[in-house]
């Protein structure tokens, strides 16, 4: 097994330095930062965080990006909350969605009425797509 890099520096001139509960410490000769190596669990592509990230962003609710992507809604706040993400505050508009197949989303192009009067945008979800509309709100 290869010596971790240091998490402080990033440097790969690292030795084992003693076992603490169970897990091995490790010293960096660089910078003198004494750590241990975080476990590996069963992690969440990197795809996933982005495109769960993306939803939050336009408008999608974490039980809904829950139930688009088969990822926790807990998973989901917790990386608007590491990631420092904020939703742009504009109240005059609501986002609705669909999900289509690739020749459903060809026809939904086809007719131009609906392309009028909305902004949109169109995602990769797995092998389909979402198609996210904008559209304002009623009074």
């Known amino acids: 097994m290869k010596n971790p890099n240091c998490p402080r520096c990033d440097s790969q001139n690292v030795t084992k330095s003693g076992v603490i509960k169970e897990k091995q410490r490790f010293k960096c000769k660089d910078c003198n930062y004494n ?13 996933y965080v982005i495109k769960a990230l993306q939803l939050y962003i336009e408008g999608v609710s974490y039980r809904e990006i829950e139930r688009l ?10 990386w608007v909350k590491k990631y420092q993400i904020k939703i742009p505050k504009n109240s005059d508009y609501y986002p609705t969605y669909k999900i289509m197949n690739h020749k459903e989303l060809a026809a939904f192009y086809a007719d131009r009425e609906n392309l009028r009067d909305s902004g949109m945008i169109v995602t990769e979800l797995g092998d389909k797509f979402m198609l996210i509309k904008w559209e304002r709100l009623k009074h």
């Open 69 to 78: 992507l088969g990822v926790s809604h807990v998973s989901v706040m917790n």
């Open 35 to 47: 750590f241990t190596v975080e476990k590996l669990g069963k992690g969440i592509s990197t795809y």
